[in-house]
T-cell receptor
Framework: DGGITQSPKYLFRKEGQNVTLSCEQN?????MYWYRQDPGQGLRLIYY???????QKGDIAEGYSVSREKKESFPLTVTSAQKNPTAFYLC??????????????FGNGTRLTVT | GEDVEQSLFLSVREGDSSVINCTYT??????LYWYKQEPGAGLQLLTY?????DMKQDQRLTVLLNKKDKHLSLRIADTQTGDSAIYFC???????????FGSGTRLSIRP
């Protein structure tokens, strides 16, 4: 079955360490996205990529970095510069950009806790 | 800028209908979506409506769109315990590459 796999489900890190969250999709989707979810705040877009080797900043990109070397993979690095990194991180993909009816398909998320 | 607003909580009795409301600001949105999130999981697309439609029905789900008032609602008939979740309203807005989400409405079911 096609889908999006995020790993690990839970991640714990010490403050000051960089950490990379994995996201892989086998849906053959062109576009991939990273969202951050905090209680009562909905989803906020961190980075998105419409095509391999290209990505754009979302609304809250500071302290994060991404790469898109392969169509299937869009890893997110949470750097030590991110002031409040503890959150639930969701990866998503879509067949094409939002100008068509191409809804997002989501992974099951990674809960990151930084102490 | 683009904004989508929802109330944070809704409590209904099992077997009653649930109505979750949403308002949005971007009149250029072509598609509006409802997503469901169960605890500890990602979001799952429930249904969507094209902006030139007023209503869409899909089994127990009815979506109503009032484009003049920029108001979207999701009605769940005969609400069951399995419907307990957070429901997100979303629009594809004027930016071709972003979908804007509301803050989510947590639906809880009373016996």
């Amino acid at each position: 079955d096609g889908g999006i796999t995020q790993s690990p489900k839970y991640l714990f890190r010490k403050e000051g360490q960089n950490v990379t969250l994995s996201c892989e999709q086998n849906l053959n989707h062109d576009a991939m996205y990273w969202y951050r979810q905090d209680p009562g705040q909905g989803l906020r877009l961190i980075y998105y990529s419409q095509i391999v080797n290209d990505f754009q900043k979302g609304d809250i990109a500071e302290g994060y970095s991404v790469s898109r070397e392969k169509k299937e993979s869009f890893p997110l690095t949470v750097t030590s510069a991110q002031k409040n990194p503890t959150a639930f991180y969701l990866c998503a993909s879509s067949a094409r950009d939002g100008s068509y009816n191409s809804p997002l398909h989501f992974g099951n998320g990674t809960r990151l806790t930084v102490t | 800028g683009e904004d989508v607003e929802q109330s944070l909580f809704l409590s209904v009795r099992e077997g009653d209908s649930s109505v979750i409301n949403c308002t949005y600001t971007d009149s250029s949105s072509t598609y509006l979506y409802w997503y469901k999130q169960e605890p500890g999981a990602g979001l799952q697309l429930l249904t969507y409506i094209f902006s030139n439609m007023d209503m869409k029905q899909d089994q127990r789900l009815t979506v109503l769109l009032n484009k003049k008032d920029k108001h979207l609602s999701l009605r769940i008939a005969d609400t069951q315990t399995g419907d307990s979740a957070i429901y997100f309203c979303a629009e594809n807005g004027s930016s071709a590459s972003k979908i804007i989400f509301g803050s989510g409405t947590r639906l809880s079911i009373r016996p």
